[in-house]
């Protein structure tokens, strides 16, 4: 039987231990789930509407203990307060919209047919959801889920584990049947068998590329959808008419909020050469200015990265790039231990042969580059394996939206990033993977079209 560890960041003590379960129970976990699945669906929609929002309000009610173990379990700061506010402004649209986003399309409906299309659930659905946000990645697939009818098990991200039983108990405690959502612990090789083996028939998986490369080959021949959220290497692009200060203000947030660690944080930028000698200036005082240090002193503005490992591949990155010719700006915090805890770095003179600047990072550091107009911008933004987001610095709207035809992206912002807009659709291309989040096509996603012609007479 396999041992799980949270190893808290902060000190890279044992936060918590968990066992995985073995194949035989995790088969009789996905059994139940299915049995359980017709009659949860068979449920009028506005009861599992409300049971879900019940769950929802029961994780708002722990809001103090989800601050602080996020900055026990994963390094964030409790100065940020959690995720409560996402994670309720996401479950509570979709729920706005379900019965819109649900309903049959009535094609005809005469003397002679009917002809409609209408939305199945996909059945038994399994969430595996990452730490660096662990509250509302999770909310994004479970909430559209349960309500569409099916059936759901999460399995966490072994940094977060605690997340997952808090989701599962509130769930419960607002009376969503056990049977129904279950939160498990899972080792690598069971995931693999129980999704080749068809025990769920959708699977959301957000992490890394070879995490989503491994749920794919599980589940190749199985026709299970796969829907994946993978890298990300997400570009802002400061463009000669820009406010600067606020470009600044905004792009490097993107890039050094939560340390780093946001699947659409900001991860290069590049700016207008008639711009870049002032936007270089006010992102490195910025910067500066920040505090690195203990999570639980609300006086930090950034925390340890989740593991000592995500932060050693930051550290390689940044050194192969001043190797290479780059410059660094920012000096040695003094927290900054070699290990989980990381100073947050800007990088200029950096050139795409440098991995910083084509590979993910996933951490507190920003190459900047200087470029000549839109047509350099887009080139370089483009060249990348990734596409989750790029961000577009401009007061003008209809030169942002026609820039953004030409990016390689699943979502263009102008003048912010870093937000998932519950409205809109949640997507990637390239390597960052393909599926459809959040918006009608969430719910779209985690159904299936089932057509009737019913000729009367």
């Not at 996401?90 to 729920?95: G, Q």
């Amino acid at each position: 039987m396999t041992t799980l560890h949270c190893i808290s960041p902060i000190d890279g003590s044992v936060l918590a231990t968990r066992e995985a379960l073995s194949l035989d129970a995790a088969r009789s976990a996905a059994a139940q789930a299915r049995a359980a699945q017709k009659n949860w669906a068979a449920r009028p929609l506005q009861e599992r509407i409300d049971l879900v929002m019940a769950g929802v309000a029961k994780i708002g009610e722990q809001t103090d203990r989800m601050v602080t173990e996020l900055a026990q379990q994963m390094g964030r700061p409790i100065r940020y307060g959690g995720e409560f506010g996402g994670f309720n402004e996401r479950a509570a649209y979709m729920a706005q919209i379900a019965e819109e986003a649900l309903a049959p399309m009535v094609i005809e409906d005469s003397a002679t047919a009917r002809r409609v299309i209408k939305r199945e659930p996909a059945g038994v659905v399994l969430i595996v959801a990452p730490w660096n946000y662990p509250y509302m990645t999770a909310i994004n697939t479970l909430a559209p889920a349960l309500i569409s009818g099916s059936t759901v098990i999460l399995k966490h991200a072994t940094q977060t584990m605690l997340v997952g039983e808090h989701l599962a108990e509130a769930f419960h405690d607002a009376g969503v049947p056990p049977d129904v959502f279950q939160n498990v612990f899972l080792d690598h090789e069971t995931t693999s068998a129980l999704i080749g083996e068809r025990a769920f028939d959708f699977v959301n998986f957000t992490g890394s590329v070879n995490g989503g490369k491994a749920m794919e080959v599980a589940a190749a021949g199985t026709f299970t959808q796969v829907a994946t959220e993978l890298g990300g290497k997400d570009p802002g692009y400061v463009r000669e008419d820009a406010d600067v200060q606020a470009a600044v203000d905004g792009l490097i947030d993107g890039a050094m909020f939560n340390s780093g660690q946001c699947c659409c944080g900001i991860e290069r930028i590049y700016v207008h050469e008639s711009l870049y000698d002032a936007f270089v200036e006010k992102a490195v005082a910025l910067v500066k200015g920040y505090r690195l240090g203990h999570p639980m002193d609300p006086t930090t503005d950034i925390g340890p990265m989740a593991h000592v490992r995500f932060a050693d591949l930051v550290r390689r990155q940044i050194a192969q790039a001043l190797n290479m010719g780059a410059t660094a700006h920012i000096d040695h915090m003094e927290a900054d231990d070699e290990g989980a805890y990381l100073t947050p770095q800007i990088l200029t003179d950096v050139t795409h042969e440098m991995d910083v600047m084509t590979e993910e990072s996933f951490g507190p550091v920003v190459g900047i580059m200087k470029v000549r107009d839109d047509a350099h911008a887009i080139e370089l933004m483009n060249d990348c394996k990734y596409g989750l987001t790029a961000a577009i610095w401009t007061k003008d709207a209809a030169a942002a939206e026609a820039i953004g035809a030409r990016l390689e992206t699943g979502t263009v912002f102008m003048n912010r990033q870093d937000y998932l807009d519950p409205a809109l659709c949640w997507t990637g291309c390239k390597d960052t993977g393909r599926g459809a989040g959040l918006s009608v096509l969430g719910y779209h996603a985690l159904t299936r079209p089932k057509s009737y012609h019913l000729k009367k007479g």
